[in-house]
């Protein structure tokens, strides 16, 4: 959508032919640069395409015209017809004929709705949560909570006045221009129209996140600097300035009984305790796209090595599995069963005990070195997504995965993780915005005070 809309901005634009061709001619060999570089570096790192993992564009389209959600990703919609043993082209077929069900239960309203709830799920936060909290960095043995997972709520919210002003100001500068009938430089037509096709896109089309909307940041962002430099903010606070200088003190007070009534209406975020899991291993995403899965033969044993930095974790072990009626996966008919689990803390040379949905008894892993060790108990094969499959893929350079011994290509899925109570914002965050926002109302009602002695109506004498 980018590049349509550099191309919309250069054929429209553009001065002459000549410079017309030109341009084109480099924003296609960049493509090309972009294909086939990426292509290059898939093979130096030794990926291969697995026909059993592709899947088809029509599956997101398909969740994207949920109607019981706003459009965004959905669990059962992302795994409707992605089992084993199915091709691409047989995904697609199944996806279309889903997406023509959906969009037979769609009537004209009802469909312009539903594009407005995914407007809305999209653009409507102003800072992406969603995928983010929870993000860890370090190493494996100093893993510390990101950012987003101890300020994220606060700054949601706190960002809000911000993302307002820029809409609001990027809005007014283009209506001026198209009311007026004034001409729009070509980066800011390039901006609009990359905002358009970037919407146009997700919610047309896509499922959404609110995580996408981050591409069209940019392009509002350089907008709103042009609407910065065109609007006459000095005359108009002078012009609104002497509407309010009069009152200034009364609004004043009505702003900070606003601001206390938001900070008195809202304290319970800082009081009313959350379950919140603090994750020292958490590996590796499970393939997003579904996956062949790991093949265990009889009475085979795999074994896993781990470390554990911190005490009264809860482990989490993906064990489900299933036999099939021959050794041919094409065949669906399946027996499912738990992968045999023990669990070793080998420094206090200590026996974890572990369920039969996989999982320890809550706080019980203490610190140490562990051994995880997988065994298929019967006498057949068995398949399991518990294991992820990397194949030629490079990891040994990222020390926060751990792989089976002697099997560096399949990775276990699983977490580790420490349960506390907390709240979603502590008091401090909570007491410091509405602080911040105080500061800023008295800043505002000073200025508008002494606006004649800080922005004079004279422009010459700035």
């Known amino acids: 959508m980018i590049i349509i809309a550099l191309l919309i901005t250069i054929v429209l634009m553009g001065q002459t032919l000549r410079q017309k061709f030109v341009q084109i001619s480099i924003l296609i060999a960049t493509v090309i640069v972009v294909y086939f570089g990426s292509s290059v570096i898939q093979t130096a790192q030794r990926y291969e395409r697995n026909n059993q993992v592709v899947t088809p564009a029509t599956r997101y389209i398909n969740m994207g015209l949920n109607p019981n959600t706003s459009g965004q990703i959905d669990g059962n919609d992302a795994w409707l017809y992605e089992q084993p043993g199915r091709t691409p082209k047989e995904k697609n077929r199944l996806y279309l004929s889903s997406i023509k069900r959906r969009l037979l239960n769609y009537s004209v309203g009802s469909l312009s709705e539903h594009f407005l709830k995914k407007a809305t799920y999209m653009y409507g936060t102003g800072l992406t949560i969603q995928d983010f909290f929870y993000w860890y960095a ?29 809409s609001v100001m990027t809005f007014v500068f283009l209506w001026r221009h198209l009311k007026n009938k004034r001409s729009i430089p070509p980066v800011v037509l390039f901006s609009v129209l990359g905002v358009l096709g970037v919407c146009a896109f997700q919610v047309g089309l896509w499922e959404v996140r609110d995580r996408y909307s981050l591409l069209a940041v940019p392009f509002t962002v350089f907008i709103f600097s042009y609407a910065l430099a065109e609007l006459d903010i000095v005359g108009w606070i002078s012009r609104f300035g002497s509407v309010l200088k009069q009152d200034v003190i009364r609004y004043f007070i009505i ?11 809202n304290y319970s975020l800082t009081t009313q305790l959350v379950e919140k899991n603090n994750v020292s291993i958490h590996q590796p995403y499970v393939a997003y796209a579904g996956q062949s899965d790991v093949k265990i033969k009889a009475h085979d044993k795999l074994k896993i090595t781990f470390d554990v930095e911190t005490t009264g974790n809860t482990g989490i072990f993906y064990n489900s ?39 320890t008894k809550a706080n019980t892993m203490q610190k140490g070195k562990y051994v995880l060790t997988l065994t298929n ?28 011994s002697g099997r560096p290509e399949l990775m276990p899925v699983m977490t580790v993780a420490r349960s506390s109570q907390n709240t979603l914002v502590s008091k401090k965050q909570y007491n410091a915005i509405f602080t911040l926002l105080f500061v800023i109302l008295c800043i505002i009602t000073y200025m508008f005070r002494k606006k004649d002695k800080i922005l004079p109506l004279n422009k010459s004498k700035i």
Request: aromatic share 12%; no cysteine.
């Open 255 to 265: 702003s900070t009984g606003l601001l206390v009534f938001g900070y008195l209406s």
């Open 321 to 359: 599995a299933y036999s099939i009626s021959s050794d041919s996966k094409s065949q669906q008919v399946k027996k499912y069963l738990p992968l045999q689990i023990s669990l070793m803390n080998t420094t206090l040379h200590k026996s974890i005990e572990v369920d039969s949905n996989g999982n």
């Open 138 to 166: 370090g190493n494996k043995n100093n893993l510390e909570e990101s950012i987003l997972d101890r300020f994220g709520v606060t700054l949601v919210n706190g960002f809000q006045f911000f993302y307002i002003l820029l």
């Open 377 to 404: 108990p019967t006498n057949q094969a068995i398949y399991t997504q518990g294991i992820i499959d990397i194949g030629k893929a490079d990891f040994s350079f990222n020390s926060l995965y751990r792989s089976i």
